[in-house]
């Protein structure tokens, strides 16, 4: 048995998701510092597939190796790293770290504060998220009267920690394999946008990644141009049926269909792809930029792991990716606060008034226009960008940062100290002395 603190992670560690690469590279930096006995609960993250580990993998084989059968161990943890949204943070150990992508808008339920609260540390992705949680304050009301009593607003330290990318998936690369050349043969322009990112729920402008309004803009940008660029999209829903591709073509061709004029292409790529495969995506020649209108990101994963391919990157100036898309080497567009809608969040996910970030659409067209006629002048900022972010946004570097973190703010925990007894010598007999007692006379 390790004599090292043990450590329970509980995180979706097995799921293709957001949540679940953060948490699979929170947990291999945790077993690469080598400070705790590093012990693994997986749990569900939505509907969304729980396939991401495989045995013949070292770098997951070591993951699957710590995880556990069930939540409960032999005594109670030193430590518990839960990575989950804040209103799930549980304090199950002697000390506990909430770790969270956070949220992409300016208000998070109160739930979420409250969670917060239970643990001893907190760390997100980005400075973004950061100062907004500590910005964030509601009234708390007396429940029978409704007289203000006090603020219910975060109390307990707030770390920033990247998500790094591994340099060894995510890197410049002109190799690729047979079968993706033959579909990527396919497309016909040699000029292409890529836009990476789930096309989630509300209608048109409303969903998060503004997958919408991008469609949109890049149809109406380029339509009737005599030699139009295309536009590749890497998106799905919840999850990767065939239900789930009919709705977002649906989706592009009922967007299509409500402008008039000779439209430039669009290409879906729908399903579910390796690290391998999405790095071969960002390199192809024949994708030339990347391109998000998102209205927020905590993060914005997709976003760093295309920059190291030195392709041009046009996002929205705001949220947590501004970390590391930084002008002149990204082409980020203004915008302005505006309130999210209802639809845009399930119901419990929703915060009377919350705002995020639309970029101004007439910007964004002109951007992508001068992009694509001037393209040679953009590439030198771009190679910068990704010389940068490869040393310090990279794995390595995220897990010499959580290392400083775990100094910094876990505590030494005491040693179980066995105790050696002194082994007894026998002293005398042990057996009870023998009383003789008179004969009695009756009387």
Request: hydrophobic share 35%.
């Amino acid at each position: 048995m390790s004599d090292k603190p043990v450590c329970l992670v509980t995180a979706p560690v097995g799921t293709r998701s957001g949540y679940g690469a953060h948490s699979r590279d929170i947990c291999r930096a945790l077993i690469k510092l080598d400070k705790y006995d590093v012990n693994i609960w997986p749990v569900r993250w939505g509907s969304t597939p729980m396939n991401a580990l495989h045995k013949d993998d070292p770098n997951d084989k070591e993951i699957i190796d710590r995880l556990l059968e069930n939540p409960e161990l032999p005594n109670q943890p030193e430590i518990h790293i839960h990575i989950v949204i804040p209103n799930e943070f549980s304090p199950l150990a002697k000390y506990n770290i909430g770790i969270t992508a956070g949220l992409e808008t300016t208000v998070c339920p109160p739930q979420w504060i409250e969670g917060m609260n239970k643990m001893n540390l907190n760390i997100v992705p980005s400075n973004f998220v950061k100062d907004t949680l500590n910005s964030i304050s509601f009234d708390v009301h007396n429940d029978k009267t409704n007289e203000k009593i006090g603020d219910l607003k975060n109390e307990k330290p707030i770390e920033v920690l990247f998500e790094g990318i591994d340099t060894n998936i995510y890197k410049k690369t002109s190799e690729f394999s047979k079968s993706f050349v033959d579909e990527m043969n396919k497309i016909d322009e040699v000029f292409n946008f890529l836009y990476v990112g789930h096309w989630l729920q509300g209608g048109l402008g409303a969903d998060r990644k503004d997958t919408g309004m991008l469609v949109k803009v890049f149809c109406e940008t380029f339509k009737n141009m005599k030699r139009k660029p295309g536009l590749i999209m890497k998106t799905s829903g919840a999850g990767f049926s065939v239900l789930d591709r009919e709705s977002i073509l649906n989706k592009i061709n009922d967007i299509k269909g409500s402008i008039k004029g000779d439209l430039p292409n669009i290409y879906l790529l729908h399903g579910d792809f390796t690290d391998d495969e999405m790095n071969g995506l960002y390199n192809h020649p024949k994708v030339k930029s990347h391109v998000s209108l998102t209205h927020g990101e905590g993060f914005g994963r997709p976003l760093l792991e295309a920059s190291v391919s030195e392709k041009p990157i046009i996002a929205s100036n705001w949220s947590g990716h501004t970390d590391f898309l930084k002008k002149p080497n990204a082409l980020l567009l203004s915008g302005t606060l505006e309130e999210v809608k209802r639809d845009s969040f399930p119901g419990d996910f929703y915060t009377e008034g919350s705002k995020w970030f639309t970029v101004n659409y007439r910007e964004a067209s002109a951007v992508m226009k001068e992009l694509y006629k001037n393209y040679r002048k953009y590439k030198l900022g771009a190679k910068k960008l990704a010389t940068y972010n490869k040393v310090k946004f990279s794995l390595d570097a995220m897990t010499k940062q959580f290392g400083k973190i775990l100094d910094e703010y876990v505590p030494e925990f005491p040693k179980e100290v066995k105790l050696k007894l002194p082994k007894l010598k026998k002293v005398g007999s042990t057996e009870a002395p023998k009383i003789k007692l008179p004969k009695l006379k009756k009387v």
